[in-house]
């Protein structure tokens, strides 16, 4: 068995113990490598870099399928060319990239994964230069993060039918997911054992394997209070289950289902302009920023590694300004 969570470990390959995740997609490719003749292409330095960033850094299973997806990709274009890629290399296909109609988030993120990719290569001394170095990404325009005002909030938190076990569930994981902010992965993982009701805190592990502890408000954990005692015993009947969230069946509510729910929530809420988790994650955070919360606390909730990351909020804080100076300037 491996000490990694979601794991199996393989034989040998080139030398290195391979550490392949149950995820289908990034399973059957490595094992399809792992046990393929030797080529000349870059598969094998891509089982090595896959293998490094689950074990080593921890990355979300999530964004190992999205290296996968990528660097398969590019592979396919490198295999009609040097087995080391170049500058030119990475320019062409970026043209590529551009000629397939992509947009710039999406080669933007292409172009991040290979830069991972080949700094990986040259730390492993495969590479003695970083071809990437003076590659340029597509320019990508700010846009602000889309949120509900407090009105829809409220709306969209009273939609549920708490008649039903399942409407307590949902009541319960919208009303956590506005007070704490948690990603929909954090929020549908979440354990039992992680939430104490008695402290108001709840503790969910982020990305890199990352744990944090946020704060919950009264109203949420009313509505976990009422689903952990009506809700949850009976959608269980009688089975067990580590998960907080579960479905009638038993297991674990998948991401996938909750946007589902959410989104009919927000119909019954007569909000049709795409409700989505993270827009009740952006909703977290802006109304926070104009109840006057600092940026650096809210950096810590939402688990962002980089601050620079929680500047997208700072529209909120920049129509601040005025009220703050007129209210302690004494010259204002």
Not at 27 to 52: E, K, M, N, Q, R
Not at 56 to 69: I, Q, R, V
């Amino acid at each position: 068995m491996s000490r990694f969570p979601n794991q199996l470990v393989s034989p040998k390959h080139n030398g290195k113990l391979l550490l392949f995740t149950k995820r289908p997609l990034l399973y059957h490719w490595l094992v399809a490598v792992a046990f393929a003749p030797a080529s000349h292409d870059l598969s094998g330095h891509i089982c090595s870099f896959l293998t490094f960033c689950r074990a080593e850094k921890g990355l979300a299973s999530n964004t190992l399928e999205a290296y996968t997806t990528d660097l398969e990709r590019f592979n396919a274009f490198q295999k009609d060319r040097s087995p080391v890629p170049s500058t030119e290399d990475l320019r062409a296909y970026t043209d590529r990239l551009y000629r397939s109609g992509l947009g710039n988030r999406s080669i933007a993120r292409h172009l991040t994964t290979i830069r991972n990719f080949l700094s990986f290569l040259l730390r492993e001394g495969v590479l003695t230069t970083d071809p990437a170095e003076h590659l340029r990404g597509p320019k990508q325009w700010q846009t602000l993060p889309k949120f509900l005002n407090r009105e829809e909030i409220g709306k969209l938190l009273e939609a549920g039918d708490t008649s039903r076990p399942t409407g307590l569930r949902d009541r319960a994981m919208v009303q956590l997911l506005y007070a704490s902010g948690l990603r929909v992965t954090e929020l549908c993982r979440l354990g039992v054992g992680d939430l104490n009701l008695e402290m108001g805190v709840v503790r969910t592990t982020g990305k890199g394997n990352k744990q944090r502890l946020v704060p919950v408000g009264r109203e949420a954990l009313k509505a976990l209070a009422a689903y952990l005692q009506d809700g949850r015993s009976a959608l269980l009947k009688g089975r067990a289950s580590r998960y907080l969230f579960i479905t009638a069946r038993g297991g674990c509510l998948t991401r996938q289902a909750f946007w589902k729910l959410l989104a009919g929530h927000g119909r019954r809420a007569g909000l049709f302009h795409g409700i989505t988790p993270h827009v009740l994650r952006h909703s977290f955070a802006t109304h926070l920023l104009e109840g006057g919360a600092d940026l650096r606390s809210v950096q810590l909730m939402l688990g962002h590694a980089d601050i620079a990351t929680t500047q997208i909020y700072t529209h909120v804080v920049r129509s601040r300004l005025r009220d703050t100076i007129e209210k302690h300037h004494p010259r204002a």
